[in-house]
């Protein structure tokens, strides 16, 4: 008989989660595909070709602009390069920083092609999607322009050495290989989806099939099996009591309660906001039925931004301070880190302000 409740309890929840994740799946695996065509054919190569324009304001080589464009391809190769020059002594830690600074637009660039469109815009829905990924460009580009400022400001002729630098295209591939896990809105990182393709039309539309089906393979199985869970927690309101229970969640809990009554966020932010710090894509998922309903498109923008905060976090213990400490040490590792978390917080925090004004 209990078992015949259960099956009761949960049968609605199947009836609702079902065809959402078959709609999810169909979409993402067009959009996928699609995305892996625009870099078979050297799409982000066109769109991160301006990088020269900035580094010159910021006082900083031309081979910085070739580093900052290859991050829109490969995240790994980018700093790898940086690595280099900063080595071989051509950048100082001031100017490095810079680099890394300005680098952060680039880095996104290459999320739209691969995350954002294909994944996360099909589950938000175009207008919520559009508006999320629009806000996340413009804190994107506010560091990348802050980056710009801080050379044009505090650097010259002494932060950067007179000396060639050396062959880093081709000195990247022996630096230290990244973490290969995800960045905080959920995405892979590393060179291996952006190696040299076949040259033909019809070895890049073969190419892409191919990387398309591991990805869906890899996503849509979680998606469908954490988003049942989570649609039946937050229907039974154990979710809260869940993570309560969970050692140390409560105190994010409470964190992220206060977090959200001070911006004026519905109560249902709390476990929304819980969820993006376990994965990014299924607490998108999660606040998409509630759009219209609980949610305004501008209140779900920033409670996913505020998600973005506590994935963030959670995502820099668990990825990021091992892949900067590899690539740079623990030294200027934590530096890297320090100025990344800071303007990521100030940046989040003025679209949160944008976003919630009356």
Same mark, same amino acid.
């Given at each position: 008989?209990?078992?015949?409740?259960?099956?009761?309890?949960?049968?609605?929840?199947?009836? +609702?989660?079902?065809?959402?994740?078959?709609?999810?799946?169909?979409?993402?695996?067009?959009?996928?595909?699609?995305?892996?065509?625009?870099?078979?054919?050297?799409?982000?190569?066109?769109?991160?070709?301006?990088?020269?324009?900035?580094?010159?304001?910021?006082?900083?080589? @031309?081979?910085?602009?070739?580093?900052?464009?290859?991050?829109? &391809?490969?995240?790994?190769?980018?700093?790898?390069?940086?690595?280099?020059?900063?080595?071989?002594?051509?950048?100082?830690?001031?100017?490095?920083?810079?680099?890394?600074?300005?680098?952060?637009?680039?880095?996104?660039?290459?999320?739209?092609?691969?995350?954002?469109?294909?994944?996360?815009? %099909?589950?938000?829905?175009?207008?919520?999607?559009?508006?999320?990924?629009?806000?996340?460009?413009?804190?994107?580009?506010?560091?990348?322009?802050?980056?710009?400022?801080?050379?044009?400001?505090?650097?010259? @002729?002494?932060?950067?050495?007179?000396?060639?630098?050396? $062959?880093?295209?081709?000195?990247?591939?022996?630096?230290? *290989?990244?973490?290969?896990? +995800?960045?905080? $809105?959920?995405?892979?990182?590393?060179?291996?989806?952006? @190696? $040299?393709?076949?040259?033909? /039309?019809?070895?890049?539309?073969? *190419?892409?099939? +191919?990387?398309?089906?591991?990805?869906?393979?890899?996503?849509?199985?979680?998606?469908?099996?954490?988003?049942?869970?989570?649609?039946?927690?937050?229907?039974?309101?154990?979710?809260?009591?869940?993570?309560?229970?969970?050692?140390?969640?409560?105190?994010?809990?409470?964190?992220?309660?206060?977090?959200?009554?001070?911006?004026?966020?519905?109560?249902? =932010?709390? %476990? #929304?906001? &819980?969820?993006?710090?376990? @994965? /990014?894509? #299924?607490?998108?998922?999660?606040?998409?039925?509630?759009?219209?309903?609980?949610?305004?498109?501008?209140? &779900?923008?920033?409670?996913?931004?505020?998600?973005?905060?506590?994935?963030? =976090?959670?995502?820099?213990?668990?990825?990021?301070?091992?892949?900067?400490?590899?690539?740079?040490?623990?030294?200027?590792?934590?530096?890297?880190?320090?100025?990344?978390? &800071?303007?990521?917080?100030?940046?989040?925090?003025?679209?949160?302000?944008?976003?919630?004004?009356?």
């Amino acid at each position: 008989m209990q078992s015949v409740d259960s099956l009761a309890t949960l049968w609605p929840v199947f009836v +609702e989660v079902l065809p959402r994740v078959a709609r999810i799946a169909a979409l993402v695996a067009v959009g996928v595909f699609v995305a892996n065509l625009a870099v078979g054919f050297g799409l982000v190569e066109y769109v991160a070709g301006l990088s020269k324009y900035l580094t010159r304001p910021a006082n900083l080589p @031309d081979e910085v602009g070739t580093a900052i464009l290859t991050t829109a &391809a490969s995240t790994t190769a980018g700093y790898g390069m940086l690595a280099e020059f900063r080595e071989s002594g051509r950048l100082d830690d001031a100017a490095t920083l810079v680099a890394v600074t300005i680098n952060t637009f680039f880095g996104f660039v290459q999320h739209i092609f691969t995350f954002y469109a294909p994944v996360l815009i %099909p589950i938000l829905g175009l207008r919520v999607g559009l508006m999320y990924v629009g806000a996340r460009a413009a804190i994107s580009l506010g560091i990348t322009l802050t980056g710009v400022l801080a050379g044009a400001v505090l650097l010259s @002729d002494a932060n950067v050495s007179g000396r060639s630098a050396p $062959d880093a295209a081709g000195d990247a591939e022996n630096t230290v *290989e990244a973490d290969g896990g +995800e960045t905080d $809105d959920g995405t892979a990182t590393g060179s291996a989806a952006f @190696d $040299d393709g076949p040259e033909t /039309t019809r070895g890049v539309v073969r *190419e892409a099939g +191919e990387k398309t089906w591991p990805k869906l393979k890899r996503l849509v199985p979680r998606l469908a099996v954490v988003y049942f869970l989570v649609t039946a927690l937050v229907e039974t309101n154990a979710a809260v009591w869940l993570l309560e229970r969970t050692t140390g969640v409560q105190t994010v809990t409470e964190v992220t309660g206060s977090m959200t009554a001070l911006l004026g966020l519905p109560g249902a =932010a709390v %476990p #929304v906001v &819980a969820v993006f710090a376990f @994965d /990014t894509t #299924v607490g998108a998922a999660t606040i998409a039925p509630l759009i219209g309903e609980t949610f305004t498109p501008r209140t &779900a923008v920033a409670t996913m931004l505020v998600g973005g905060i506590v994935s963030f =976090a959670v995502s820099t213990f668990k990825r990021s301070i091992p892949f900067q400490y590899g690539i740079w040490g623990a030294r200027f590792g934590s530096k890297v880190v320090a100025v990344n978390t &800071a303007l990521k917080v100030l940046f989040i925090s003025l679209a949160l302000v944008v976003l919630l004004a009356p």
